[in-house]
């Protein structure tokens, strides 16, 4: 069982940094492929980013490549996103979630999600 817990959102300006964290508890969480889906209203949840067990791998939606970066430390059992020259599409609210394996940009695959934290992007 694990629990994710994300805070860091908030308000920021169009072509602002903002950075998202997720702390999880539990003893396996080096073993969970983590990622970061998000949700507008009235569209369904999206994926954002996802980063391997140890690190060693990223990968992005197209609509934040180059912008977003996720990371994780697996000695405090945390996953973050540095998210970078925002605009208005990259309002929403942002899941932390973790899987074991499947498919890293499919919902159903993952067997642990956070509450949600908003991010709203405003001129």
């Known amino acids: 069982q694990v629990q994710l817990v994300e805070s860091g959102g908030g308000l920021v300006q169009t072509g602002g940094s903002l950075r998202l964290s997720c702390a999880a508890s539990g003893d396996m969480f080096s073993s969970y492929y983590m990622a970061w889906f998000r949700q507008a209203p009235g569209k369904e949840r999206e994926f954002v980013a996802t980063?391997?067990?140890?690190?060693?791998?990223?990968f992005y939606a197209d609509s934040v490549k180059g912008r977003f970066t996720i990371d994780r430390d697996n000695n405090k059992n945390t996953v973050s996103l540095r998210m970078n020259n925002m605009n208005f599409e990259d309002s929403a609210v942002y899941y932390c979630?973790?899987?074991?394996?499947?498919?890293?940009?499919?919902?159903?695959?993952?067997?642990?999600w956070g509450q949600g934290i908003q991010v709203t992007v405003s001129s």
């Open positions: 979630a973790a899987r074991f394996d499947g498919s890293y940009g499919d919902v159903t695959s993952y067997a642990y």
């Open positions: 980063i391997t067990p140890r690190g060693l791998s990223t």
